[in-house]
């Protein structure tokens, strides 16, 4: 089985940070967003994957060579951004017939990817929302089984939401529908859908989609939802990434994720706050946010803030977004 992953957007509504950072490559309670789903992954046992990549494409591959050297990785260039079924589309001759796992490379699900890999039929990862026009939906049958499945209908028969998690046994099916839709332009909100592609598997090739509930799903898509998700990732892991260093004349409230190399002094750091590697901190309170590497706080007050890295910031704030390599005085 192959995993593939699309990294391709250009993450606008995380702007000014994915100017110059791939969105999946954004830190995230002491990790990347790329790296707890393929963690997860090479946990359930993959070890071949295929990232399609495009915007600051460069950056991911780089990433991952480094950190995965012992994994088998394929990279696919998206040049234009036409939708998640374009994105996996351009798979087709790497996967060559494989049963695949497709997880979408902004969300991070909790759920037992074995259990989902095992499985006999394909599999759609699915978990209740309030709202899910914004979504892909899925209906299912008192069985479990999905019987029609919508990308972001304006009324909505069912409020299962699709989470970006795709077991698929009959890959090859799923290409067909995919290179289908491309040849007679079948899109959905301007886009090529993978949700256009698999009701089309349904309903022309008579593939059986079995539901699995995830227990919990992350978007990593916004700022706000970024900032929740580091909090509860932060309680989770449980400092996963370094333990907490005692610093000068600084108070360290837990949940906390400190980078190595990092300068802190005369500061309060925490609860639910995520600082990279190299970083300085002096006469700062920071709380609720995430904190690039190389960056420097010095006399600032922050919560709810997601700092890029090499940021310079002097002076007094409370809630800021701010991109890599920007300085800031508010004095």
Known sequence: MKAIIPVAGAGTKLRPHTYTQPKALIPLAGRTILSIIVDQLVEAGIKEFVFVVGYLGEKIQHYVEKKYPQLTCHFVQQNSREGTGHAIALTRDVVAGEEILIVLGDTICECDFKEVIASPYSVLGLKKVDDPRNFGVAEVDENGKIIRVVE????????????????????????????????????????????????????????????????NWFDCGRKDTLLETNAILLKKYKLASNPVLPFENTIIIPPVSIGEGCNIKNSIIGPNVAVGDNTVINYSIVKDSIIGSFSNLYEVVLKSSLIGSDANIRGLSQSLNIGDNTEIDLG
Request: proline share 3%.
């Open 152 to 215: 972001k209908p304006q009324i909505p028969k069912s409020n299962l939401a699709l989470v970006g998690l795709y077991k698929i046994k009959e890959s090859e099916q799923l290409y067909q529908c995919l290179q289908t839709n491309i040849d007679n332009q079948v899109k959905s909100h301007d886009e090529f859908q993978l949700t256009d592609a698999l009701e089309c598997m349904i309903e022309q090739h008579g593939v059986q989609f079995n539901a699995f509930k995830v227990s």
